[in-house]
């Protein structure tokens, strides 16, 4: 490995040391996901820090991805997913459906 490479790579592999999962933040406003498609690697673990500005709370539900999550209104939470197939895996707002939905994409 030439030392320009190995100067390139290092700041990624400490990251991922020191972080374990790779992580993703995920804001609620207007009852709307931003972003509403995620991407995250197949094959690993991967944290979504969800933070919810609007001041209601908002139901992170998918089924195919297993999960269902109150998250308060003005809070943040963290959900694991995976780790997933590579695929596309929708979820919704529970209680606001018509405009809060997204995809997890995995690849
Ligand atoms: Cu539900």
Do not use: C
């Not at 390139?8 to 996901?33: C, D, Q, R, T, Y």
């Not at 709370?57 to 590579?86: D, M, N």
């Amino acid at each position: 490995m030439n030392r320009l490479l190995a100067t390139a790579l290092l700041p990624l592999s400490l990251a991922a040391f020191a972080a374990g999962e790779p992580e993703i933040n995920v804001v609620i406003e207007g009852h709307k996901f931003a972003p509403d498609r995620i991407e995250v690697p197949a094959g690993q673990k991967v944290k979504l820090l969800v933070e919810n500005k609007d001041s209601t709370p908002e139901e992170f539900e998918s089924a195919s991805l297993r999960i269902e999550k109150v998250i308060p209104g003005k809070s943040k939470s963290t959900i694991y997913v995976g780790p997933l197939k590579a695929g596309e895996y929708k979820f919704i707002g529970e209680f606001n459906e018509k405009t809060a939905n997204g995809v997890v994409v995995a690849k």
